[in-house]
């Protein structure tokens, strides 16, 4: 008799290491927004942390929909 196992892959590990940055450097840019006192470098603290929530939510929908899994059938 013949078990066939169906194997479900992680999303490698660049792909945490990618989603974990972008979250840790969305805290870091909002603090430092928070706490300067120049108004451009608020700007840019803004469009930074902007940036790197919305680059947390890509990676949130693309790890739950299993974009970032490793496909072995693939060259990489």
Do not use: H, N
């Amino acid at each position: 008799m013949t078990t066939v196992a169906i194997r479900r892959d992680e999303p490698g590990f660049d792909a945490i290491v990618l989603y974990a940055f972008c979250g840790i450097a969305a805290l870091l840019s909002l603090f430092a927004t928070a706490f300067t006192q120049d108004p451009l470098f608020r700007l840019q603290g803004w469009i930074f942390t902007g940036a790197f929530v919305r680059a947390s939510l890509v990676m949130t929908i693309g790890l739950g929909q299993e974009r970032f899994r490793p496909k072995p059938d693939r060259y990489e």
